[in-house]
């Protein structure tokens, strides 16, 4: 894959999913999102972020998909789907049950366990689905998984050190955001929060 469509993504954290992250981390909800971009020219279409403080549901990847479909006949085998955070089980089986064929994302499970404190994605898994270390089946036939870390460190490209870079811009960003969740969080009603 070229490193052009991941310097897209990364540059779209920055300047489109980030930005949105804040005033919804600001309002008490955590600080997952998504959004989702054309196959063919890279093209942004919609982003949407974590509501959990309006309905438990609305994780990151569930108001991007409803953000999705309010436009008509989008057919989402023509877009990549990209997620700060390795979706949790709900999110999994929504991107299915939505026809996506792929899924990118920023943050393994082991990070949004450890680095940023919230442990009910693997929990879960691990709990209902009896799924160990967060090992569901990453390429099946729904769809293929990737972690955007992994591929640009796969790059055969010497510029792929700058992605790198703006990558660690990123995490900087989400653990500053991360802290702000975490310090708000003692006073939401977020079941699992
Ligand atoms: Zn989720």
């Known amino acids: 894959m070229s490193i052009l469509k991941y310097e897209i993504i990364l540059d779209l954290f920055l300047d ?25 020219d890279l093209s942004f279409t919609i982003s949407g972020t974590n509501n959990e403080t309006e309905n438990p549901l609305f994780h990151g990847e569930i108001s991007t998909i409803i953000n999705f479909f309010k436009s008509k006949n989008l057919n989402p085998k023509e877009y990549l789907f990209i997620s700060s955070h390795e979706p949790c089980s709900m999110c999994l089986s929504a991107i299915t049950w939505c ?18 404190n919230i442990p009910h994605d693997l929990k879960i898994l691990k709990e209902v689905f009896n799924i160990n270390n967060g ?31 703006k990558a660690k811009r990123i995490r900087d960003l989400y653990e500053n955001l991360s ?11 977020i079941p699992l929060n």
């Open 16 to 40: 489109e999913l980030i930005p949105d992250t804040k005033k919804s981390v600001s309002k008490g909800n955590k600080i997952f999102g998504a959004f989702i971009i054309k196959k063919d």
């Open 99 to 116: 026809g996506f064929d792929n899924f990118y994302y920023f943050f393994p499970y082991s990070d949004t366990e450890s680095s940023f």
């Open 135 to 165: 090992e569901y089946i990453k390429d099946n036939y729904y769809w293929k998984s990737h972690s955007i870390l992994e591929s640009i460190s796969k790059l055969q490209n010497p510029d792929k050190e700058k992605l790198l870079e």
């Open 179 to 189: 802290e702000l969740y975490q310090s708000s969080k003692i006073s939401n009603n």
